[in-house]
């Protein structure tokens, strides 16, 4: 089971619903929206590699919140598209990237070996769910979903432990990687 989606649930959706429901009657569309997530989320990243901590958590977070109302204002106008779902998770890998190389930014000289760890276990997290996807399955486990990832990089730049906040993305994003490998291998294997 998925554990790392408590805040996309009840702090994000609370949210992103009504203000997806506000949207449905505007020219708004659920891509723009996407795209202004992606740079909420840039941004966020940017911030963290200039050591502007507090408002990179902020921007971070709102561009997380906003990532959930594409999907919610591409549901509640009938506008919701493999094109616009394709875009919206390549966007999601962009903003973990952005996020994981601004924090290692902040301090490159002693973070680099850390943040290169920390964006394998993040890249790897994402692909072997991805891969699951592509040939049949959908493999929902782990602890480290991007709920979570995105959770603890946040804490660690607002409280300055950037490098405990990289480390431990790096190894539960590993984990994570290895038991979601682990898992579609055994559920591919008993479907024959």
Known sequence: M?????????VYRPLSVPAAAALAGTPVSPNQV???????????????ARRAFVVGAILTLLGSL??????????ATGRASKSGSYLDHVFDRWTDAALVVGLTFSDISSLAPVGFAALVGTFMTSYTRTKAQAVGTDC?????GRDTRMLILVVAGLFGA???GLAVVAVLGMVTAVHRMYWTIRHLDARG
Do not use: H, K, M, N
């Open 34 to 48: 996407t795209y202004a997530s992606a740079t909420l989320s840039f941004a966020g990243g940017l911030a963290f």
């Open 2 to 10: 998925e554990i790392g989606y408590a805040l996309t649930r009840y």
């Open 66 to 75: 906003t990532d959930c109302i594409d999907g919610d204002l591409a549901r």
């Open 140 to 144: 929902q486990v782990g602890i480290a």
């Open 162 to 164: 950037a490098f405990i």
